[in-house]
């Protein structure tokens, strides 16, 4: 993914500085990783969340109650189940959850207009 930006909420300035300098001895640089602000903004959090394309949940303590907005932003989550509650949280919410309808990629725009004809089939 060399487009790919790596999105962290709400760390210490240390925790960012920590996870920057990993970064970039992995080989991945400083722009790449982008570390943003917690908000208390409504709106501000579910536009954040539907301009990711993906969801990556800690595998030791799960985002819980994010895991429902996450869904319903669309996004798709990849989680890990541990083996206490606080690790199976998000894997408790995909298990129940119904599949995801298609996203389209961020900034496309469809290719042709939805086709609004009903279907004039028969039943037989």
Known sequence: L??????????SNDTKRHLGR??????VSKG???FLDRTHDIPSFYSRLCACDLFLDTPFYNSGSTTPAVLW??????????DNTASRLAAGFLLGA??????P???KKPDKKPDKTQDKTQDK
């Not at 990993?22 to 080989?27: F, M, S």
């Open 2 to 11: 060399p487009d790919a930006t790596l999105l962290i909420w709400g760390q």
């Open 22 to 27: 990993e970064a970039v001895a992995l080989g």
């Open 32 to 34: 790449r990783v982008a």
């Open 73 to 82: 932003a669309g996004v798709p989550i990849l989680t890990l189940a541990g």
């Open 98 to 103: 119904p599949p995801a309808p298609a996203r």
């Open 105 to 107: 990629a961020a900034n």
